[in-house]
Structure formats: structure tokens, C-alpha cells
């Protein structure tokens, strides 16, 4: 290899660690400004009152006040949120994930007349505004009798959800034929193949939605809103809501509520991100 071959590869290599260089910064450097209004809000969160507004502004308290986390969890109610935010999404995320698996196993793999057009129709549904179906709606739940109580925001989703019907059926569609037809040569029921064969290696698609529907029962704040009167009921977005009323000017109090909102979703992805980021790589490749 001539000398000239050398010095062309090793300046390819200075180039392309440059390059990496350079990309890994320009990361690393977006990450901690997006991180900036989250590392402001801890810290407000653990300064005494009157302290926000001190000019210029300090990043670190000259004393933490953990009481502030303490006051928000006991006199705030915001344990009694974090509970009924759990007893109101846990269930439709969990049983919700299930028949929505069922049906994109069945909108995948299995051949049944209109197959097509049922899954067209469910595809039209995402396209519906919520705004569009919020008063119907409303109408039916206050006609069953269910206002002021939890049923209209756990028994719909525990029918599942369009978005993650389609989302699995588009991971179940990269799994080969050839697997089904094996089961069923041993005696499999599409039950069965779907329990033992497609369940499992759906898991990061399946790890994915049930992340997302976590989240978007967790954050959801119209949907209470809408229905639960009662204070004890209060999810925990209604009840940051109502520090607003309580704590107009205690920012340190709304921070610390805020901060102890954002543990169970950090918890959460940090535990499952590999799942997660797995499950949206890999759906979509056909179908």
C-alpha cells in the first residue's frame, strides 16, 4: 500500500471521528438546554418562599427546604392523586392492551370477509377530532348515570384503542407466515398462536403502547375534568390544577407538586426504554 493510500485513510478516519465528535456535542449540548426549565423547576422546588424572585437568580438555594415536597404530599392531597390516577389508568392500560392485541393479531394474520374495510373504518376513527365526539359522549355517560365517577375514564379504554390497534398490527404484519403455519400444523389455535407465539414477540411493540397509554392516561386532564366532580376523586392533574386556587404565589409548593408529577413517567421510560425504543424501530417496516 502506497503512501499516499495511507495518509488518505487516516485522514477519513480524523474526518469521521470528527464528525462524531462534533454530533455527540451538538447532542449533548441540546439535551441540557432542553433540561434547563426541569433543572430550574427542582430547584425552585427546594428554595424557601420569597426566594424565586431573588435577582440575579440563583441555581442552588443557600438552604434546601425538602418541607415544601412534604407540605404538597400531605396538606395538598397530592398522594391522594397519585392514587387515583393509578386506580383509573392501570386498568384500561393493561386490559385495553390486550384486546387491542387480539384485534391487530386478527387484522394481520387472519383472512375473514370485509377484513379490509372494518380496519379502513377503525382508521377513520383516528382521524375524528375528540372535540367532535366530547358532547355524544357526554350525553351517553350522563344518561348511564356514570358522571362524578371513574367509569367513563377506565371501562372505554379497556375496549382498547384505535392508534394501538393499528400501531400493533403493523409489528404483527413483519412476523412471517410461516410461524402461524408451523403452530397450526401442531395443532395450535389461532388463540393459542396468538398467546404463545405472537404475544411474545410483539413484546417491544407491546412494552411501547402500554408506555404510551400510560402517559396519555396519566396526563390526561380534560376527561377528569369533565366528569369528577368530587374532590377525594381528583386525579393528579386535577389536583396540580388546583394549586392554583390554593397556592397562587407559592411557587415553591407548585414546583415541588410539579417535580413529584414528573417521578412516575421518568420511572417509567427509564426502566423500559430499551423495550420502547426497540418497539418504534421495528414496526412499520411493512404492511
Do not use: H
Not at 8 to 36: C, P, R
Not at 137 to 160: Q, S
Amino acid at each position: 500500500m502506497s503512501t499516499t493510500s495511507i495518509s488518505w485513510n487516516k485522514n477519513m478516519k480524523n474526518i469521521q471521528l470528527i464528525k462524531k465528535i462534533s454530533a455527540y456535542a451538538f447532542l449533548i449540548i441540546g439535551g441540557l438546554i432542553m433540561a434547563v426549565p426541569f433543572f430550574w423547576m427542582l430547584s425552585t422546588s427546594l428554595k424557601p418562599e420569597g426566594a424565586v424572585f431573588e435577582m440575579p437568580p440563583k441555581w442552588l438555594p443557600e438552604k434546601f427546604v425538602w418541607e415544601n415536597y412534604w407540605i404538597v404530599l400531605t396538606e395538598a392531597n397530592l398522594l391522594r392523586g397519585f392514587i387515583n390516577t393509578f386506580l383509573v389508568i392501570i386498568p384500561p392500560t393493561i386490559v385495553g392492551l390486550f384486546t387491542s392485541s387480539l384485534a391487530a393479531f386478527a387484522f394481520a394474520k387472519l383472512k375473514f370477509p370485509g377484513r379490509d374495510k372494518l380496519f379502513f373504518l377503525l382508521l377513520a376513527t383516528i382521524m375524528l377530532p375528540g372535540v367532535v365526539t366530547m358532547v355524544p359522549t357526554f350525553i351517553i355517560f350522563r344518561d348511564l348515570g356514570w358522571l362524578d365517577t371513574w367509569k367513563p375514564l377506565i371501562i372505554p379504554g379497556m375496549f382498547g384503542a384505535a392508534m394501538t390497534v393499528f400501531f400493533l398490527r403493523q409489528f404483527f404484519m413483519t412476523i412471517p407466515d410461516e410461524l402461524i403455519e408451523a403452530a397450526k400444523i401442531d395443532g395450535l389455535s389461532y388463540f393459542g398462536i396468538f398467546l404463545r407465539i405472537m404475544f411474545p414477540l410483539a413484546k417491544p411493540a407491546i412494552v411501547t403502547q402500554g408506555i404510551l397509554g400510560f402517559l396519555a392516561g396519566y396526563n390526561d386532564f380534560m376527561g377528569p375534568l369533565i366528569y369528577i366532580n368530587t374532590p377525594e376523586k381528583f386525579t393528579l392533574q386535577l389536583v396540580l390544577a388546583s394549586f392554583n386556587g390554593y397556592y397562587t404565589s407559592e411557587w415553591t409548593l407548585i414546583m415541588a407538586g410539579s417535580v413529584l408529577a414528573l417521578i412516575p413517567t421518568i420511572l417509567l421510560f427509564f426502566f423500559a426504554q430499551k423495550q420502547f425504543i426497540e418497539g418504534i424501530t421495528m414496526t412499520g417496516v411493512k404492511g
